[in-house]
């Protein structure tokens, strides 16, 4: 009977494959009963377990009108006759339900899924865990790797004095908004300036939105529910030609670069990286053109050669190779910062005695500003001055617009003047006014 029942089983198709180890080959060994309805084994030629040959349980069952044989599991890896014969009955006990698994490779698959799940979820609660500070002190420096050092180097300075104490030891998930708020109160508290918390603020913003990037949480910054200071860092101080020449002077008797560079930013409106990023390749003389790329706006433009630039910068320079640049730093790089002989000679000039405001001092900046006010103040169009300047915007030059000779002022002294076809007391007795 028993052979009968071997030779039947042989019959069973086998929905899964094991991969628990190898079964022995057909010929080998022969199936036995178990002891267990629906339950067998095959005993291995030459893989022992203990005294004893190893064997290999299978189970077989039928469910939907398919025979099913399916490997259980070696006895030297702990598998035994009723743990396979508590499998199967679970699998009818399923059956009959209606209720998944209903055979042992499903069983499999769905235990492996939330194997996978639970590990998927415990990686995230672990993601989850990491602090703000741990996250800005590895990721999120690394992410800002490409900026100047200095963006670095101020941002650090920020998160030590302000963000790192509110929110450094927390995760993402519990800052709110209120924590936001507590940093803007702090530094208004040290009478920081209204630019620099809501350059504060955006560092905050970039560190959550780097992180979300990455995959540590799903929440918007919470610095969108906080209102930023308003502040207005429009430069309105430009130099006279008086306060040009006198500087110029200066700084031609101190350092011909920086007397080179500042002429450069009078007299074409260039910013000092631009200056600094100028090769010899961007120098057209023939054509008097500066060609000026990779721009604060991200766009290149051309700046303009004047008799001044000539014969003050060009003439004097020795041209270098097309990538050389015009004015490298002494280690031969592109230059980060003007020379602190800039900053010398105004205040030795006194251009900045007793002034506060920020706005109203001057820096090197001032003379790209001064470029613009000059050409305003001489008539040229908004539109062209913008153009010059590299403004993404016509609102950034209308800054300038109070500049022009044709001012609002002119415009408003139209009212002094009587409607055509009435005289002044006419308009007076209309108005209500009554005459002498």
């Given at each position: 009977?028993?052979?009968?029942?071997?030779?039947?089983?042989?019959?069973?198709?086998?929905?899964?494959?094991?991969?628990?180890?190898?079964?022995?080959?057909?010929?080998?060994?022969?199936?036995?009963?178990?002891?267990?309805?629906?339950?067998?084994?095959?005993?291995?030629?030459?893989?022992?377990?203990?005294?004893?040959?190893?064997?290999?349980?299978?189970i077989?069952?039928?469910?939907?009108?398919?025979?099913?044989?399916?490997?259980?599991?070696?006895?030297?890896?702990?598998?035994?006759?009723?743990?396979?014969?508590?499998?199967?009955?679970?699998?009818?006990q399923?059956?009959?339900?209606g209720?998944?698994?209903?055979?042992?490779?499903?069983?499999?698959?769905?235990?492996?899924a939330?194997?996978?799940?639970?590990?998927?979820?415990?990686?995230?609660?672990?993601?989850?865990?990491?602090?703000?500070?741990?996250?800005?002190?590895?990721?999120?420096?690394?992410?800002?790797?490409?900026?100047?050092?200095?963006?670095?180097?101020?941002?650090?300075?920020?998160?030590?004095?302000?963000?790192?104490?509110?929110?450094?030891?927390?995760?993402?998930?519990?800052?709110?908004?209120f924590?936001?708020?507590?940093?803007?109160?702090?530094?208004?508290?040290?009478?920081?300036?209204?630019?620099?918390?809501?350059?504060?603020?955006a560092?905050?913003?970039?560190?959550?939105?780097?992180?979300?990037?990455?995959?540590?949480?799903?929440?918007?910054?919470?610095?969108?529910?906080?209102?930023?200071?308003?502040?207005?860092?429009?430069?309105?101080?430009?130099?006279?030609?008086?306060?040009?020449?006198?500087?110029?002077?200066?700084?031609?008797?101190?350092?011909?670069?920086?007397?080179?560079?500042?002429?450069?930013?009078?007299?074409?409106?260039?910013?000092?990286?631009?200056?600094?990023?100028?090769t010899?390749?961007?120098?057209?003389?023939?054509?008097?053109?500066?060609?000026?790329?990779?721009?604060?706006?991200?766009?290149?433009?051309?700046?303009?050669?004047?008799?001044r630039?000539?014969?003050?910068?060009?003439?004097?320079?020795?041209?270098?190779?097309?990538?050389?640049?015009?004015?490298?730093?002494?280690?031969?790089?592109?230059?980060?910062?003007?020379?602190?002989?800039?900053?010398?000679?105004?205040?030795?000039?006194?251009?900045?005695?007793?002034?506060?405001?920020?706005?109203?001092?001057?820096?090197?900046?001032?003379?790209?500003?001064?470029?613009?006010?000059?050409?305003?103040?001489?008539?040229?169009?908004?539109?062209?001055?913008?153009?010059?300047?590299?403004?993404?915007?016509?609102?950034?030059?209308?800054?300038?617009s109070?500049?022009?000779?044709d001012?609002?002022?002119?415009?408003?002294?139209?009212?002094?003047?009587?409607?055509?076809?009435?005289?002044?007391?006419?308009?007076?007795?209309?108005?209500?006014?009554?005459?002498?």
């Open positions: 009977m028993a052979r009968a029942r071997d030779a039947e089983s042989d019959g069973f198709r086998s929905s899964v494959t094991t991969d628990l180890g190898q079964v022995p080959k057909k010929g080998k060994s022969v199936w036995k009963s178990a002891g267990f309805p629906g339950v067998r084994y095959r005993e291995h030629h030459t893989r022992r377990h203990g005294k004893m040959a190893d064997r290999y349980y299978a077989r069952h039928r469910f939907q009108e398919r025979n099913f044989e399916e490997p259980v599991g070696w006895a030297s890896e702990g598998v035994k006759p009723t743990t396979a014969f508590h499998l199967l009955g679970e699998l009818k399923n059956q009959r339900m209720t998944p698994p209903f055979t042992l490779a499903e069983k499999r698959s769905m235990e492996e939330q194997r996978q799940a639970t590990a998927e979820a415990e990686a995230q609660q672990e993601v989850e865990r990491i602090t703000v500070e741990d996250f800005f002190n590895g990721d999120y420096l690394k992410a800002q790797a490409g900026k100047k050092p200095g963006s670095i180097r101020r941002e650090r300075e920020l998160f030590d004095l302000f963000i790192g104490p509110e929110i450094g030891n927390k995760t993402f998930r519990e800052v709110s908004p924590d936001v708020e507590r940093i803007k109160a702090k530094m208004a508290r040290t009478d920081r300036a209204p630019r620099t918390i809501q350059y504060c603020l560092v905050v913003r970039q560190i959550f939105n780097t992180a979300r990037f990455q995959g540590l949480h799903d929440r918007e910054a919470p610095t969108l529910r906080v209102k930023k200071p308003k502040f207005d860092n429009k430069r309105v101080r430009h130099l006279t030609e008086a306060e040009a020449e006198a500087l110029l002077a200066e700084l031609k008797a101190k350092s011909l670069k920086t007397y080179q560079q500042t002429v450069l930013s009078l007299y074409a409106g260039l910013r000092f990286g631009e200056i600094a990023s100028l010899w390749g961007d120098v057209d003389l023939d054509r008097g053109i500066l060609t000026l790329r990779d721009t604060k706006s991200g766009r290149t433009r051309a700046a303009f050669i004047t008799e630039i000539r014969t003050e910068v060009f003439d004097v320079l020795t041209p270098g190779r097309p990538d050389d640049l015009v004015f490298p730093a002494r280690n031969g790089g592109k230059a980060v910062q003007v020379s602190a002989v800039f900053g010398r000679t105004v205040k030795e000039l006194g251009l900045n005695a007793g002034i506060t405001d920020p706005r109203m001092k001057v820096c090197f900046h001032s003379c790209r500003h001064t470029f613009a006010s000059w050409l305003v103040e001489r008539g040229a169009d908004l539109f062209q001055v913008s153009k010059l300047l590299g403004h993404s915007t016509i609102a950034l030059t209308e800054r300038y109070h500049l022009r000779p001012t609002l002022k002119e415009t408003v002294k139209v009212l002094d003047q009587a409607p055509v076809g009435e005289t002044g007391t006419t308009l007076a007795f209309k108005s209500g006014l009554r005459q002498p």
